[in-house]
């Protein structure tokens, strides 16, 4: 069943799935896994949560773009944990609570003129915690940009974006990669770009969560965007026999090695991720369930927080990417 692609990250990944020497889709495993989903209650992912911060209108999308513009390689050892209120966070929710504990403490991270002037010290002083955060010059870097770009292209304001889009996820995710330079999650494979996008498509679904599906998180296009290809995912589809290694590929991975950003076995692990979603997709929807690639993505990592300590380990790269 062909569906819009309308960002490109299907047909460019196809190109790569279709060219693959390191990893493949297992039909079998597909359905393992579509079996599993089927057997977990049926259900979106919720914003809801005490470390999500929310203020006036504005303040929230822009916070929202900030959120995701540090929303990535959580992995590095020693992990890097927040204590925030006497609970101590890692990964994702450890950022989560950093930016709050520091918007309490009266840092105005919705203002763009502030992220446009921020630095690596800073930005340090704000994600205090145990152990380093990974890569921390490239999220102030981030920052920077999130910032100069407000201010040179919506006032200063994300919402002008928002409204700018017209109520569709893929016109955002297209101005923000367009001014936003470290959304623009893209590789080359072969010489052929190839497209994921991650950040920025997981930015719309964040913002309809955030506003709850209205204002400016009203989009009406949300099940044309694809999975978020991240490393968790793939672990997940991997532990089900979903995307299978070359044996040289499977015990790199098993022994922890780095995988170096834009390598051929990185690219096509992430482009496998996205093209399994979309034959789980196909699964689910013949099963009488179906869900649009943002939710299935959703399943999938609730499905990840109960893999067995055994289980194969995801794929170490360093990225801003995911």
Same mark, same amino acid.
């Given at each position: ?5 309308p960002?490109?990250v ?5 190109f ?14 597909l ?11 049926a ?5 809801e ?16 773009l900030?959120? +995701?513009?540090l ?7 020693? $992990?890097?944990?927040v204590?925030y ?8 929710w450890a ?8 918007i ?21 002083r704000?994600?205090?915690?145990d152990?380093?955060?990974?890569l921390l010059?490239?999220?102030a870097a ?7 770009g407000?201010?040179a292209?919506f006032?200063g304001?994300?919402s002008q974006?928002?409204?700018?889009a ?11 990669v367009q001014?936003?330079p470290?959304?623009d +999650?893209?590789?080359?494979?072969? +010489?052929?770009e190839?497209r ?8 719309a679904t964040?913002?309809?969560g955030a ?13 044309q965007?694809?999975?978020?290809a +991240?490393?968790?995912?793939?672990q997940v589809?991997r ?5 299978t ?6 015990? $790199?991975?098993?022994?922890r090695?780095?995988?170096?950003a ?6 096509e692990?992430r482009?496998a ?9 196909? $699964?689910l ?7 649009p690639?943002?939710?299935?993505d959703?399943?999938l990592?609730n499905?990840?927080?109960a893999?067995?300590?055994d289980?194969?380990p995801?794929?170490?790269t360093l990225?801003?990417?995911?």
């Amino acid at each position: 069943m062909q569906r819009p692609d309308p960002l490109g990250v299907l047909e460019t990944t196809r190109f790569v799935l279709q060219q693959a020497q390191s990893v493949h889709l297992s039909p079998e495993g597909l359905d393992r896994v579509a079996a599993a989903l089927l057997a977990q209650p049926a259900g979106s992912p919720s914003w809801e949560h005490p470390l999500h911060w929310r203020g006036e209108r504005e303040q929230t999308a822009n916070y929202v773009l900030v959120l +995701d513009a540090l929303n990535f390689c959580f992995w590095p050892e020693p $992990r890097w944990r927040v204590d925030y209120r006497g609970q101590v966070y890692d990964g994702y929710w450890a950022l989560a609570a950093a930016l709050r504990r520091a918007i309490e403490q009266g840092e105005p991270l919705w203002d763009a003129a502030y992220l446009a002037r921020i630095t690596a010290e800073g930005l340090a002083r704000l994600l205090a915690g145990d152990g380093n955060v990974p890569l921390l010059a490239e999220r102030a870097a981030n920052l920077r940009q999130v910032g100069e770009g407000l201010l040179a292209h919506f006032g200063g304001w994300f919402s002008q974006a928002i409204e700018q889009a017209g109520r569709s996820a893929v016109a955002l995710v297209k101005l923000v990669v367009q001014h936003f330079p470290s959304f623009d +999650d893209v590789a080359r494979y072969r +010489d052929q770009e190839v497209r994921f996008y991650k950040r920025a498509q997981l930015l719309a679904t964040d913002l309809a969560g955030a506003f709850r599906g209205r204002d400016l998180g009203e989009f009406r296009d949300l099940d044309q965007l694809t999975a978020f290809a +991240d490393y968790k995912l793939p672990q997940v589809l991997r532990y089900y026999g979903a995307l299978t290694y070359s044996p040289a590929l499977a015990t $790199r991975i098993d022994r922890r090695e780095e995988l170096p950003a834009g390598s051929q076995e990185e690219i096509e692990i992430r482009a496998a991720t996205v093209w399994a979603v979309e034959e789980l997709r196909h $699964r689910l929807a013949a099963a009488g369930r179906p869900m649009p690639p943002w939710q299935i993505d959703w399943a999938l990592w609730n499905l990840g927080q109960a893999l067995p300590p055994d289980a194969p380990p995801y794929h170490r790269t360093l990225t801003i990417f995911y």
